[in-house]
């Protein structure tokens, strides 16, 4: 099992998609390191696992506690650390938060949500040798609410420029998030580093999902996001089923007491 790297991963653009997916625990990273090229240790932890509205409210020191776990738990997949809300104002404060972040979780990379307005925060982080992963399109951390990107001109011209800028900036690869599927194609061609789509269609070099979205477990079903599999009625019942035995006093059954 070799270790993805991020020379390799340049190598994929125009060639093999690159297949993402998010992991916030051990248990989730270890299957996902089986197959992934990338596993993003995502912000949308604080929706998924805390029951947070937006991830503004994410914590540093939460992220870090969760990365590590990942980290931990991975062999083969490049590790990418989400930068929370707030943490990457200006280059100086970005460069102390993810060469913390870097330290203390062992991660490959760090995660930037912004265009053109973060440029100069890219560039300052990748001369220190912190590899960065940009994200464009929709922005979770700042967007009001979830609208697709890209549906007339000023847009489009909009996030061209700051896919050109982030292409210009030395990150590695890009998360484009929510456009439409012209403007994914149009970027994906205009730029040589990698795009990773989620909601921006097959035209992308790669593709990341939310891991609880695509099994069904956290309840958000936008119409990018397939579920194959629904957790949530399969633990529904196992729940049932449990609650059932007790009560009934079935269980403990004998195969599960000590003598």
């Known amino acids: 099992m070799q270790k993805i790297t991020i020379k390799k991963l340049l190598k994929k653009k125009y060639k093999s998609p690159i297949v ?3 992991a916030y625990t051990s248990n989730i990273a270890k299957i996902a390191d089986k197959y992934c090229d ?4 995502g912000d949308s932890l604080g929706m998924v696992l805390y ?4 991830t503004r409210d994410v914590k540093i020191d939460t992220m870090i506690l969760h990365a590590k776990a990942v980290k931990e738990a991975t062999k083969k997949s490049l590790v990418v650390f989400d930068m929370p ?3 990457y104002t200006n280059k100086t404060l970005a460069y102390k938060n993810a060469r913390r972040a870097i330290k203390l979780t ?3 990379a760090v995660k930037l949500e912004g265009g053109k307005e973060i440029i100069n925060i890219i560039k300052f982080l990748v001369k220190k040798k912190i590899p960065v992963l940009a994200h464009i399109g929709l922005l979770p951390q700042t967007s009001d609410g979830f609208k697709v990107k890209g549906k007339n001109t000023i847009e489009e011209k909009k996030i061209l420029k700051d896919a050109t800028g982030i292409g210009n900036s030395g990150a590695f690869a890009v998360i484009v998030e929510c456009v439409v599927e012209n403007l994914a194609k149009k970027i994906t061609r205009k ?5 990773i789509g989620i909601g921006a269609s097959k035209y992308c070099d790669g593709q990341i999902l939310v ?3 695509m099994l069904g477990l956290s309840g958000f079903a936008p119409k990018f996001v397939k579920q194959y599999a629904n ?3 399969l633990i529904e019942k196992s729940v049932k089923k449990y609650v059932k035995d007790v009560k009934m006093k079935r269980f403990p059954f004998s195969k599960n007491v000590y003598k």
């Open 20 to 22: 993402c997916l998010t």
């Open 38 to 41: 990338l596993i993003l240790v």
């Open 51 to 54: 029951g947070m509205k937006t």
């Open 85 to 87: 809300y707030k943490t």
């Open 106 to 108: 062992n991660c490959d």
């Open 191 to 195: 730029i040589s580093i990698p795009t």
């Open 211 to 213: 891991t609880e979205d």
């Open 231 to 233: 957790l949530n009625k």
